[in-house]
C-alpha cells in the first residue's frame, strides 16, 4: 500500500514532540543528524561489507534511517507550511527540466 506525501506529513506530525518554540531549528538539527546516521552506517557497511548493497540487515538498518530522515524533513516543512507533496513535485520537475536541458550533471542550484 503507497502513501501518499501529505498523508505522512500529517502522520509524521501527530508523532512529533519537541520544544515548539525552537521547532524549525530543532527539527533542523534533527534532519542533519539522521542525515549523518545515513552516512555513517554506508561508511561502516564499506569497510566491513565491502559495500555490498544486497544484505539484508544492511538494507533493513538504512532504511530505518532514512525513514527518520524522511520524518524530519517532513515535519520541518510542515513547521514552514510547505506540503510535503509540493516540494516533491517541484523537485522532480526541476530534476527533469535539468535533465531535458542537459545538466543534470553539473553544479549550482540555478542551473
Do not use: C
Amino acid at each position: 500500500m503507497g502513501m501518499e506525501f501529505n498523508a505522512y506529513q500529517v502522520g509524521a506530525k501527530t508523532t512529533a514532540i519537541y520544544p515548539k518554540e525552537s521547532a524549525v531549528e530543532y527539527l533542523t538539527l534533527g534532519l542533519a543528524s539522521e542525515a549523518g546516521e545515513v552516512a555513517d552506517k554506508v561508511k561502516k557497511h564499506i569497510r566491513d561489507s565491502d559495500g555490498d548493497y544486497t544484505d539484508s540487515v544492511f538494507r533493513s538498518a538504512i532504511s530505518k534511517e532514512i525513514g527518520d530522515v524522511l520524518w524530519y524533513a517532513a515535519v520541518l516543512a510542515w513547521e514552514l507550511g510547505i506540503d510535503l507533496n509540493d516540494i516533491a513535485k517541484e523537485n522532480i520537475e526541476k530534476l527533469f527540466d535539468r535533465y531535458d536541458r542537459n545538466v543534470i550533471k553539473g553544479s549550482g542550484d540555478e542551473r
